[in-house]
């Protein structure tokens, strides 16, 4: 008698193919959906920093982020790490809470846009604050600021899944299994927060060798 062989390999039939393929291509649009967004964020950020120099806005947004990269390069390693990682770790915060809420989808679009935004305008204050020294500047901070765009477009994308399946339970009587999208969206907070940690180190490590160019 043959004995069976008991490396057994999984076969999928059409329909969990289709279904397999539905999930991937609606995971890779909902991605480039964040990054859209993101982008968009930070073209409409420098473009408001451009465009509206003498505005008494941007002025005092100017200050903050002077205020903000004199601590930096002043401080020590460990204050400028904690300061940056809990900035970073409370907007990840943010996008965690939202991610389990019936409307989260909107108030996702928001933060995303803020949060590049957010990156515009102070890529561009620092030349107005800094004027030929905001080159350097921007150099000190992009690095870490790629980072940080990265851990939110991911717990972005996650967070709006998550929240369309909560809109369709609580709403509309769909099926939906939330201990299973939950642990997905923990996951990638966890990723997330690794990359601001991270970013934070970076820009520490960043203001600790090349902060004393500014003063």
């Known amino acids: 008698m043959r004995t069976r062989n008991m490396l057994s390999i999984p076969r999928f039939s059409g329909s969990q193919n289709r279904v397999l393929i539905q999930k991937t291509e609606r995971r890779d649009r909902t991605l480039v959906l964040c990054c859209a967004l993101f982008v968009i964020g930070v073209a409409a950020g420098a473009l408001t920093a451009g465009f509206a120099k003498n505005t008494l806005l941007l002025e005092y947004i100017g200050y903050l982020v002077k ?9 020590t390693f460990f204050v400028t790490f904690l300061s940056s990682f809990a900035g970073a770790g409370g907007l990840i915060g943010l996008y965690y809470i939202f991610s389990l809420s019936a409307f989260g989808v909107p108030l996702l679009f928001a933060l995303l846009l803020s949060c590049g935004a957010g990156v515009g305008l102070t890529c561009g204050c620092v030349y107005t604050a800094f004027g030929l020294k905001g080159a350097l500047v921007n150099l000190l901070i992009l690095p870490s600021d ?21 809109y369709g339970i609580l709403l509309k009587n769909q099926s939906f299994n939330f201990i299973q999208a939950s642990q997905l969206l923990s996951g990638k907070a966890i990723r997330s927060i690794l990359l601001a940690a991270a970013a934070a180190l970076l820009r520490a490590v ?6 004393g160019h500014i003063s």
Request: aromatic letters at 16%; charged letters at 10%.
């Open 67 to 75: 205020t903000s990269v004199y601590g930096s390069a002043d401080g």
């Open 146 to 166: 790629l980072l940080l765009a990265f851990a939110f477009i991911l717990i972005g994308a996650a967070g709006l899944r998550c929240a369309a399946e909560v």
């Open 206 to 211: 960043c203001f600790c060798f090349f902060g």
